[in-house]
């Protein structure tokens, strides 16, 4: 399909994976009616938890993990593409920020877990070690879909644009950063953020969020996002949790990049430091 819509679920996800999982289902069954045939939720859909010790005793294997069982359900009567955008998975002793993209069969395309663990501290005070639950992934994923070539990340991974470089020159044609962006960096950086990936790489961006105050205590910035590839916004939320929706037209990608071909144009740079104290 060329033309679709693609749908954004907005979320305040909280500390009670049951209420959680019910907010995701009646979000992705809501842009459904609204005729989205790819829908993304935001990063931390399951769970949000800062205290280590709640967050494991709440959270489960891959196999074990219900709200993946039951979004697989949801995509498989719905015959469409669920992208849960992460959720804190158990990998042993340790924890993935992993994303899980399900097809229109309900059957599993794609997982990543975040590379880039946001290890951060911000004007105002607040801090951030990712680091210290969670383990950074190591493979980019590109997905094949029937809703087009889709590149994954989480979040932080916005910041790092080689990531998102590597997926456009493999044919990708969205490019997902889901969100739970503090509401200090998201109210600075966010938008530019989403722009920037999708006009350097000629690509539709779409990142779902997390918004307002949680349980846990933090505030997220929210404003989920849908740019197409030359980077206009097609659709903008607020903080509030909700549907962000957009009709996409894949043909404008390839349009984008035949007007400004720079994923051809890209030449290894060596670097020559110059000047200096002299002896």
Not at 203 to 228: K, L, M, N, P
Not at 231 to 248: C, F, Q, S, T
Request: proline share 4%; charged share 25%.
């Amino acid at each position: 399909m060329s033309r679709l819509v693609v749908a954004c679920v907005q979320m305040r996800s909280g500390r009670d994976p049951v209420a959680n999982r019910e907010a995701a289902i009646a979000g992705v069954a809501a842009a459904s009616d609204a005729g989205a045939a790819y829908v993304q939720t935001p990063e931390m859909t399951g769970l949000l938890e800062r205290d280590k010790a709640a967050l494991f005793d709440k959270i489960r294997t891959q196999e074990e993990d219900e709200t993946i069982a039951a979004l697989r359900a949801v995509a498989r009567a719905r015959a469409i593409t669920v992208h849960i955008g992460s959720l804190a998975i158990r990998v042993g002793d340790k924890v993935a920020n992993r994303a899980v993209l399900i097809g229109p069969d309900g059957e599993i395309v794609a997982t990543y877990d975040k590379i880039h663990l946001f290890d951060v501290d911000l004007p105002n005070g607040e801090t951030w070690r990712e680091s210290a639950t969670y383990v950074g992934g190591e493979r980019a994923v590109l997905a094949q879909t029937p809703v087009g070539a889709i590149g994954l990340s989480v979040c932080y991974d916005i910041r790092f644009p080689y990531l998102y470089r590597a997926y456009a020159e493999a044919g990708a044609e969205i490019l997902t950063a889901p969100a739970a962006f503090t509401r200090q960096t998201g109210e600075a950086h966010w938008r530019t953020l989403a722009r920037a990936r999708a006009i350097e790489n000629g690509a539709f961006f779409v990142a779902a969020a997390q918004g307002g105050r949680h349980e846990d205590g933090r505030e997220t910035w929210g404003h989920s996002i849908v740019v197409d590839p030359w980077g206009r916004v097609l659709a903008e939320g607020d903080a509030e949790p909700g549907l962000v929706v957009a009709e996409i037209d894949r043909e404008a990608v390839a349009e984008a990049r035949r007007r400004v071909p720079s994923l051809r144009h890209g030449r290894p740079t060596p670097l020559v430091r110059a000047g200096g104290a002299s002896a």
